[in-house]
């Protein structure tokens, strides 16, 4: 486990849409903890995505869908703060209400490579460095290709070996094995009467299955 210098245990935090969680969020996730030698990772359900349409499960069966995914990992733990909120759930509004959890402890956000390129259009993101590290995952076969401004961000604040232990501040790069799964692609096989195997979790499935999710293209909200 990842101490700070005042001890403290160092947290992943990982925020998606979840519409389903799958098998690529759940394996970087573990990854990223043992990587990093983090004490845990905590999952986000995100109420109203800032950035995107509209989810199609609810957020009550997004959560339920993220506890039986992780429930014999203990690294991987859900939390539902973002879902506690009205309004779009911003990242830097997440992290001020973690710090006022965890006052101490290294935090770890991890992005997606993807999610790491449109940094800049977010909602106060400079102010991101100064709550927590940025882990920016990468799949093996990806480059990262920043414009100009993040670029230069991303290289003045690159961490080196010694800031494990700083509580914020630092972007690390990781890579981990690449699992090229996408909550879309399993919405679209579900549509499509597609089996889902081997893509997430069998109890999962097994409640997108009791409650026929993901069917039609409506929003089950
Ligand atoms: P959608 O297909 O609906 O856009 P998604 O599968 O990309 O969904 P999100 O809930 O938007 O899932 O993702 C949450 C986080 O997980 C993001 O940071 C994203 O980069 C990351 N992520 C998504 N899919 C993978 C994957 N296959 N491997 C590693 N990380 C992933």
């Known amino acids: 486990m990842v101490k700070s210098e005042n001890n403290y245990d160092a947290i992943g935090i990982l925020g998606g849409t979840f519409d389903p969680v799958h098998f690529g969020h759940l394996r970087s996730a573990l990854e990223v903890c043992l990587q990093l030698n983090l004490d845990h990772v905590r999952l986000l359900p995100c109420a109203e995505p800032p950035h995107r349409q509209a989810t199609m499960a609810s957020a009550e069966v997004r ?51 993807d999610a790491f390129r449109g940094l800049a259009t977010w909602s106060r993101w400079q102010q991101i460095l100064s709550l927590a590290h940025i882990v920016v995952v990468q799949r093996p076969d990806e480059t990262l290709d920043l414009q100009e401004e993040l670029q230069n961000w991303y290289q003045q604040n690159l961490a080196q070996t010694t800031d494990r232990y700083l509580a914020a501040g630092k972007i690390w790069p990781l890579t981990v094995t690449s699992l090229a799964i996408s909550a879309t692609q399993i919405r679209q096989d579900l549509l499509a009467a597609n089996p889902v195997n081997f893509l997430l979790p069998e109890s999962v499935i097994a409640v997108i299955e009791q409650l026929g999710l993901y069917r039609s293209n409506a929003s089950d909200n």
Not at 96 to 112: A, V
């Open 63 to 113: 959560r339920l869908m993220l506890e039986l995914a992780v429930k014999s990992v203990p690294q991987l733990i859900v939390d539902d703060r973002e879902l506690q909120r009205d309004g779009p759930s911003f990242t830097v509004d997440t992290l001020l209400s973690l710090r006022q959890e965890f006052k101490d402890n290294p935090l770890f956000l991890i992005l997606g490579t």
